[in-house]
T-cell receptor
Framework: TQLLEQSPQFLSIQEGENLTVYCNSS?????LQWYRQEPGEGPVLLVT?????EVKKLKRLTFQFGDARKDSSLHITAAQPGDTGLYLC???????????FGSGTKLNVKP | ETGVTQSPTHLIKTRGQQVTLRCSSQ?????VSWYQQALGQGPQFIFQ???????GRGNFPPRFSGLQFPNYSSELNVNALELDDSALYLC?????????????FGPGTRLLVL
C-alpha cells in the first residue's frame, strides 16, 4: 500500500481545459513536494509546501497543502501540451529520514 | 539542471551479477537518497546517507547497499541481481533548512537485468 495516494492515475484532456490532481494520506507530513517527470528523466521539483493551508502559485499551476498537512492538490489552469508528464507528490516525515512518493498522475494534454 | 549527475545512464546486466551505480551530489548538500522507480510507478525509497552514514532505509533487502564519500558523491551497490531489479535508479541530494527538506534529483540510471 502507498502512503500517499494520488488521483486520478491517468488524465487525458484537451488544450485549454482545467484540471486538479489530488494527493491524500492518513499521515502527517512536515513538508510536501510536487514534481513533474518526463519519460527517461528524473523528477523535477515544482514546489515545496510546508505550512498547513499554504497556497502557492507558479504561473498556471496552483498548489495547496491541507490544513492538517495530510493532503495536497495541484490545479492547472488552461492546460497546454507542454504540461504533459507524470506528476508526483512526495511527503517528508518529521525526522527527515524518508520521502514517500505517490504513484503519480500521468497527464496528457492534447493540442 | 539540478546539479546532480548519475552514471552510467543505461546498464544491462544478467541475473546474479553485481552492479555499482554512481551519483555526484549538488555542491553543499550533505544528504543523498536513492530511489528505485519501476515502470509506471512512483519512486520507492531505498535508503538515505547523511555525512557518510546510513540515515534511514526503506523496505529493501541487504543486497542493496550504499556508500557516501567525503566529497558527497555516493554509490548504490546491488548484489545478486534479480529480474525484478530492472528499474530506473534515482539519486537525490538534499539540504535541510528551516523551510523543510528539498530534494534535487539526478536523471537516473536505467538498469535492465536479463
Amino acid at each position: 500500500t502507498q502512503l500517499l495516494e494520488q488521483s486520478p492515475q491517468f488524465l487525458s484532456i484537451q488544450e485549454g481545459e482545467n484540471l486538479t490532481v489530488y494527493c491524500n494520506s492518513s499521515s502527517v507530513f512536515s513538508s510536501l513536494q510536487w514534481y513533474r517527470q518526463e519519460p527517461g528523466e528524473g523528477p523535477v521539483l515544482l514546489v515545496t509546501v510546508v505550512t498547513g493551508g499554504e497556497v502557492k502559485k507558479l504561473k498556471r499551476l496552483t498548489f495547496q497543502f491541507g490544513d492538517a498537512r495530510k493532503d495536497s492538490s495541484l490545479h492547472i489552469t488552461a492546460a497546454q501540451p507542454g504540461d504533459t508528464g507524470l506528476y508526483l507528490c512526495a511527503g517528508a516525515v518529521y525526522n527527515f529520514n524518508k520521502f514517500y512518493f505517490g504513484s503519480g498522475t500521468k497527464l496528457n494534454v492534447k493540442p | 539542471e539540478t546539479g546532480v549527475t548519475q552514471s552510467p545512464t543505461h546498464l544491462i546486466k544478467t541475473r546474479g551479477q553485481q552492479v555499482t551505480l554512481r551519483c555526484s551530489s549538488q555542491s553543499g548538500h550533505n544528504t543523498v537518497s536513492w530511489y528505485q522507480q519501476a515502470l509506471g510507478q512512483g519512486p520507492q525509497f531505498i535508503f538515505q546517507y547523511y555525512r557518510e552514514e546510513e540515515n534511514g532505509r526503506g523496505n529493501f533487502p541487504p543486497r542493496f547497499s550504499g556508500l557516501q564519500f567525503p566529497n558527497y558523491s555516493s554509490e548504490l551497490n546491488v548484489n545478486a541481481l534479480e529480474l525484478d531489479d530492472s528499474a530506473l535508479y534515482l539519486c537525490a541530494s538534499s539540504l535541510v533548512t528551516s523551510g523543510g527538506e528539498t530534494q534535487y534529483f539526478g536523471p537516473g540510471t536505467r538498469l535492465l537485468v536479463l
